[in-house]
């Protein structure tokens, strides 16, 4: 992302620079964001889409992978753009997808999980948005946040589970 902020001259860009490790993988890297928010599908699947945004992206490859282990194979989203909406993927999720599920590494209240359940607001489509309630955080284990919060792939996985009623 930042090497392709750094030289264009279309577009404010802010990087929100993550607090925790950062992941990696051996899939290629995009190196162009000119086409403002569309999505990137990683894992094509059906019943459930996980949007992973930011450091929790990961996250969302975990519960999909807890999915797969119950019979769920999940679509996997890296949102890549937190401002805006890919309206033609949501569109397309409604095809065959009962639920989508947001994770987002931040304060749900007016995030990006909510956009997104907007988005589905007058829809069949179950919308789940994990991410932390609006409160101070200083000085705390992750791991406990995270178990409190169900922010962790297998809470996660079983609350999508549970809202498709399996």
Known sequence: MLDWAVPQEKYPVAIRVPHMTVGSSNRPVRKNYDELNKYEVVWQGSRAAILGLGNFYNLAEEAADKLKER??????????????????????????????????DGILD?????????????????VLNFGLPKNFYDRYDYEVLAKENHLTAEQIAEDVLNTLGR
């Open 71 to 104: 019979g769920i194979e999940a679509t996997v989203i890296n949102p890549l753009f937190i401002t805006g909406q890919d309206k033609e993927l949501l569109e397309s999720l409604k095809s065959n997808h009962e639920l989508v599920a947001t994770l987002e």
């Open 110 to 126: 007016g995030g990006f999980g909510e956009k997104i359940a907007r988005f589905y607001g007058a829809d069949k489509m179950k």
